[in-house]
């Protein structure tokens, strides 16, 4: 019986959650557009991840993004060479034979050196921008913000012309993640220049679960921290909250055409948990 009432309670958290995502919205999947994938907290080396990873293979088919956004925390515990083999290379086979190339950023648990993975396309650096039509992507490295790394990120954001500007990092500056939650130090960093500059969406991860921010000061803000880690039922709704999944691993699909960006979560069992559309609004 407790069994019974353990599995109920769990379909109506589930249904609370999709209830509060926005009603489903096809990617639409056309020729000219940016596609790209999002994963964040991977690295674990077990089932879900590789689950997630299978998912993301089946996704391609119908979708064929060519980037995925790794947002830390890509390897945990140990992390020598049979490690990037095991929690990276053999989950995401399929996608890496494919040519799908990701671009990582640094979470608490890796190891500095993993900047040097050249499967992480991060050039040795710890932070980085790279573009692609016509959408610039701003990684930062959210384990050292120092003075440094700030000035880069302006003079990047200051110096970009494309239409959107979308940066990624590990610690998320809004979250209603129970184990972490908002960096706040972070944002009071960060949220400024993002601001100022037109920063459009920024994703996130962290605490082991998906969330969709409620727009802070015309930014989308997203976690996407449960690509092989989760932390079931550990999101905390709060006013901010838009829509949310914690009931299992998912990741991302991101679709940009010229004005508008497009977005799904999906579970490790291929069920879309949120969707919805951003409007770029025009710069003033």
Request: with cysteine; charged share 25%.
């Amino acid at each position: 019986m407790r069994r019974i009432i353990t599995a109920l309670l769990g379909l109506l958290a589930l249904a609370a959650q999709r209830q509060a995502a926005q009603p489903a919205s096809p990617l639409p999947v056309q020729p000219e557009s940016l596609k790209f994938a999002v994963v964040g907290d991977n690295g674990t080396g077990d089932r879900p991840e590789f689950d997630v990873g299978q998912q993301m293979a089946t996704a391609h088919g119908r979708f064929p993004f060519d980037t995925v956004l790794m947002l830390g925390d890509n390897l945990y515990g140990r992390q020598q060479r049979q490690d990037f083999v095991d929690k990276f290379e053999r989950p995401y086979g399929a996608l890496l034979r494919e040519g799908v190339l990701f671009y990582a950023t640094l979470g608490n648990h890796d190891n500095p050196n993993n900047r040097f993975y050249r499967n992480f396309n991060m050039g040795g650096e710890h932070y980085y921008t790279f573009a692609r039509l016509n959408v610039r992507f701003v990684v930062l490295d959210s384990n050292q913000m120092d003075p440094k790394q700030r000035a880069w990120l302006d003079d990047v954001l200051q110096k970009s012309r494309e239409d959107w500007k979308v940066c990624y990092f590990h610690h998320p500056i809004y979250s209603d993640g129970g184990r972490h939650g908002s960096d706040v130090a972070l944002r009071v960093v960060l949220e400024p220049a993002f601001v100022r500059y037109g920063v459009n969406v920024v994703f996130a991860g962290h605490d082991h679960v998906y969330e969709r921010l409620k727009p802070q000061k015309g930014i989308a803000y997203f976690v996407a921290g449960s690509g092989g880690a989760l932390r079931r039922g550990d999101v905390k709704p709060s006013a901010t909250t838009a829509a949310y999944f914690d009931q299992d691993n998912a990741f991302m699909l991101i679709e940009v055409g010229a004005d508008d960006l497009f977005f799904e979560a999906v579970s490790r069992t291929g069920a879309i948990v949120d969707s919805g559309v951003i409007h770029r609004l025009p710069r003033t």
